[in-house]
């Protein structure tokens, strides 16, 4: 069997992205309390956190889907790559317009830098490899 590494990403991305996707949104107010001291006071709030946890889980069902379908994996891979860096991207606008966030946010757009990056190497690297 072959080091599939495009595999690898999509499986380790979508687990690795579960429990954050989770903290957005099954019980928002009390995680995202715990973590960022982020208060979620209303229907509406709460109405939002859960749609992002719904968007998050939709592409790691993809993402687990390309892991495993052959034919899928590199729209996978394109939405791993848009996705990451889709979010660094805003979170690095909100750096140069708002500050600094709390250290995980640092860490999560560390993270979506290297995944996004990877998943456009691992695309490269298999459209140029018979």
């Given amino acids: 069997m072959r080091f599939d590494a495009g595999r690898i990403l999509l499986l380790l991305s979508a687990v690795g992205l579960l429990p954050i996707a989770l903290s957005y949104g099954a019980f928002p107010a009390t995680t995202l309390d715990y973590l960022f001291d982020i208060e979620v006071a209303n229907v509406n709030s709460t109405h939002i956190y859960r749609a992002?946890?719904?968007?998050?889980?939709?592409?790691?069902?993809?993402w687990l889907a390309g892991a495993w379908l052959p034919k899928l994996k590199p729209f996978a891979l394109v939405t791993l790559a848009l996705f990451m860096l889709s979010l660094a991207t805003g979170?690095?606008?909100?750096?140069?317009?708002?500050?600094m966030p709390h250290w995980l946010m640092v860490v999560y757009l560390s993270l979506e830098v290297i995944i996004g990056s990877a998943a456009l190497l691992v695309l490269m690297h298999e459209h140029h490899t018979p």
């Fill in 91 to 99: 979170r690095l606008l909100s750096i140069a317009v708002d500050g």
């Fill in 52 to 62: 992002v946890m719904g968007l998050y889980l939709g592409n790691l069902l993809f």
